[in-house]
């Protein structure tokens, strides 16, 4: 069990570097080979899509197929998997991350009922895994707990991640212009930190506390 978990904190520890390196290395490759890679629905997407199906086993074997004790963790796991799939633009009519979206007549009130109803699943999981677990998720950060330490990297990663999407467009807003490799580069970098984010999760599964089950009375 020492193994394990020493295993895992000097893995979660080399992630972010590894990361780091996947991206540098990326910038020794042809523009038009970086973008097949870290383009929508390229190699890199797929991967990190890949990854929460992974967590979602992970999750179902640690916990011995008991669903009811991490159904919202399940869900809120698809749902990041749906979104690197892209679900969000190719099954509606519009993007749903805008409120236009939700007020466009044109839009079929049905669809927009469906996501509606998904994305209130979704906030519920949320909310759920939050009241169950936040305390917990404190004391062992503060304990330092490998599993406590790769969700808050996973959390990080989304946001960092989050500053680089879009970038060229933002920047621009500012009239900060920038060339199209910068630009590549951005994208590269928030493709890869977001492939990450399932891998620290990852972690964080297979050290969660439930793994190390407690001694019956009857066997000291």
Same mark, same amino acid.
């Given at each position: 069990?020492?193994?394990?978990?020493?295993?895992?904190?000097?893995?979660?520890?080399?992630?972010?570097?590894?990361?780091?390196?996947?991206?540098?290395?990326?910038?020794?490759?042809?523009?038009?080979?970086?973008?097949?890679?870290?383009?929508?629905?390229?190699?890199? #997407?797929?991967?990190?899509?890949?990854?929460?199906?992974?967590?979602?086993?992970?999750?179902? $074997?640690?916990?011995?197929?008991?669903?009811?004790?991490?159904?919202?963790?399940?869900?809120?796991?698809?749902?990041?998997?749906?979104?690197?799939?892209?679900?969000?633009?190719?099954?509606?009519?519009?993007?749903?991350?805008?409120?236009?979206?939700?007020?466009?007549?044109?839009?079929?009130?049905?669809?927009?009922?469906?996501?509606?109803?998904?994305?209130?699943?979704?906030?519920?999981?949320?909310?759920?895994?939050?009241?169950?677990?936040?305390?917990?998720?404190?004391?062992?950060?503060?304990?330092?707990? $490998?599993?406590?330490?790769?969700?808050?990297?996973?959390?990080?990663?989304?946001?960092?991640?989050?500053?680089?999407?879009?970038?060229?467009?933002?920047?621009?807003?500012?009239?900060?212009?920038?060339?199209?490799?910068?630009?590549?580069?951005?994208?590269?970098? #928030?493709?890869?930190? #977001?492939?990450?984010?399932?891998?620290?999760?990852?972690?964080?599964?297979?050290?969660?506390?439930?793994?190390?089950?407690?001694?019956?009375?009857?066997?000291?």
């Amino acid at each position: 069990m020492f193994a394990q978990y020493h295993f895992s904190s000097v893995f979660i520890f080399l992630l972010l570097p590894a990361l780091v390196s996947f991206i540098a290395l990326l910038q020794f490759l042809p523009d038009a080979t970086i973008l097949t890679i870290t383009q929508e629905g390229g190699l890199v #997407e797929m991967l990190s899509a890949v990854g929460y199906f992974v967590c979602v086993a992970a999750l179902l $074997i640690v916990t011995r197929g008991k669903v009811s004790t991490c159904w919202h963790a399940i869900i809120i796991l698809l749902g990041m998997a749906a979104r690197e799939l892209d679900f969000q633009r190719i099954w509606t009519t519009q993007t749903i991350t805008k409120g236009r979206y939700y007020f466009n007549a044109d839009n079929p009130l049905l669809e927009r009922l469906i996501v509606i109803a998904a994305l209130a699943v979704l906030v519920y999981a949320v909310v759920s895994l939050a009241k169950e677990h936040l305390r917990n998720y404190f004391s062992a950060l503060k304990k330092r707990r $490998i599993f406590a330490i790769s969700i808050t990297m996973a959390g990080a990663l989304v946001v960092v991640s989050k500053l680089f999407d879009g970038s060229a467009r933002k920047l621009a807003d500012w009239n900060i212009i920038i060339t199209d490799s910068q630009a590549l580069l951005s994208e590269s970098i #928030e493709e890869v930190l #977001e492939m990450g984010v399932p891998i620290a999760l990852l972690v964080a599964i297979l050290t969660l506390p439930i793994n190390r089950e407690p001694r019956n009375q009857s066997d000291e």
